[in-house]
């Protein structure tokens, strides 16, 4: 799936909460709204037959701030050093499991007389595909769309520069940029990156490469196919890590009771020990928690994610179920189908079986290690909480 923790973001912004990847404790508390998974459902101006929604300004802050309501995982980076011809952009578009493509020019260049790789991007554009701790930094994006260059923290370092202060930039032309301050941009080998307009003032080198998201698909085969589109012309860079994590002991909830669920605590509870004995309720209870505030955030995401567990339509047309004895069609939108087919699908994946297994069904969840991390963080802090 998509990266799509700002449901949290957006929220913890809206209240003046800093939140950044792997962060759980208070902020995430206040953001994901812990304590309402134990509201029953049906509270006023709730939709007939839906659970409880969060009152928050997070969705309309939002709009107002430019926060992406989702962020999506570079997964690969390929790059022709000449400048990637279109066809090849529209091959690799069409390759199986990719779901997303961001064109960015670059080039190798010297920033204060020491040499630095840098991307020109659409700074809007671009923002959707950094990590949440760089998506939530409103400074960083006034920064690029004033035309100062933003570096890693690492390369911040490395250059010496401070921010407020302003360095030469050498490319095929010759700048002086003011210095707009770090950020974890999450790509391998990238030191920094400029907006469009000034990388074109740069003579930085159009269509440089992409970055892919696709996330269905096995790291190691998406690689080889890009390859196979690039030859040898192209360098392609797997942007996603190989971790081993150590995951300590989760709650899980063995009685099934009987009845339909009245709030979400029960709802992810129950769809645990119904739809996947062994899973911890509390990995449910942190996935709805990021991906909708315990549906506060039903979507659609800017790329068709829907319900409160965030599913794309081609992942639901596989694993949607009809949940808690419902019939007909199962329904994205609605929590009783939806939270049962997370588990579902997470049980698929392996997650019944905890340890890495479970750590490798939340990634093939939503392709990302710090989502990983992020969903595991704040399930210890249900399991701390006690509430099941």
């Known amino acids: 799936m998509i990266w799509r923790r700002l449901a949290v973001i957006a929220v913890a912004a809206s209240a003046g909460v800093s939140v950044t990847a ?10 994901a709204s812990m304590t309402v998974i134990g509201v029953p459902f049906g509270s006023a101006g709730q939709k007939p037959g839906q659970p409880e929604t969060v009152s928050s300004p997070g969705p309309q802050a939002t709009a107002t701030s430019g926060v992406p309501r989702r962020l999506i995982v570079p997964d690969v980076l390929a790059v022709i050093r000449t400048g990637m011809p279109g066809a ?5 578009r069409k390759l199986s499991g990719v779901r997303s493509v961001l064109t960015v020019s670059g080039g190798a260049i010297k920033i204060a ?16 595909w950094t990590p949440p701790s760089a998506a939530g930094d409103e400074a960083v994006w006034r920064a690029l769309a004033h035309g100062e260059l933003v570096t890693t923290t690492a390369a911040k370092r490395r250059l010496r520069l401070t921010s407020g202060g302003s360095y030469p930039v050498i490319a095929a032309s010759r700048l002086r940029l003011p210095f707009g301050g770090p950020a974890e941009l999450g790509i391998s080998g990238v030191d920094a990156v400029v907006g469009n307009a000034v990388a074109a003032r740069l003579g930085l080198v159009k269509n440089l490469g992409v970055l892919i998201n696709a996330p269905a698909d096995k790291l190691a085969s998406l690689v080889s196919q890009v390859r196979a589109v690039t030859g040898p012309r192209g360098q392609v860079v797997s942007l996603q890590p190989t971790v081993t994590v150590k995951i300590g002991k989760l709650p899980v909830a063995t009685a099934v009771p009987s009845g339909r669920p009245t709030t979400y605590l029960a709802l992810y509870q129950e769809s645990a020990a119904r739809y996947c004995p062994g899973l911890s309720w509390t990995v449910l209870a942190a996935i709805g928690a990021v991906e909708s505030g315990n549906g506060a955030n039903d979507g659609p995401s800017s790329a068709g994610a829907l319900g409160p567990m965030q599913f794309l339509p081609s ?13 007909g069609t199962p329904n994205v939108m609605n929590p009783f189908d939806a939270v049962p087919s997370a588990a ?19 990634f093939a969840y939503n392709h990302a290690d710090w989502y990983v991390n992020e969903v595991l963080a704040i399930a210890k802090e249900y399991a701390q909480s006690g509430a099941g």
């Open 88 to 92: 090849d952009i529209a091959k690799i």
């Open 344 to 362: 579902v699908y997470l049980c698929a994946a392996g997650a019944a079986q905890g340890g890495s297994a479970l750590y490798n069904a939340i």
């Open 22 to 31: 792997g962060t759980s404790s208070a902020a995430v508390k206040d953001a």
């Open 315 to 327: 992942t639901w047309k596989t694993w949607g179920i009809d949940g808690f004895g419902d019939t």
């Open 113 to 128: 007389g020491k040499p630095a790789n840098v991307l020109g991007v659409a700074p809007q554009q671009f923002r959707s």
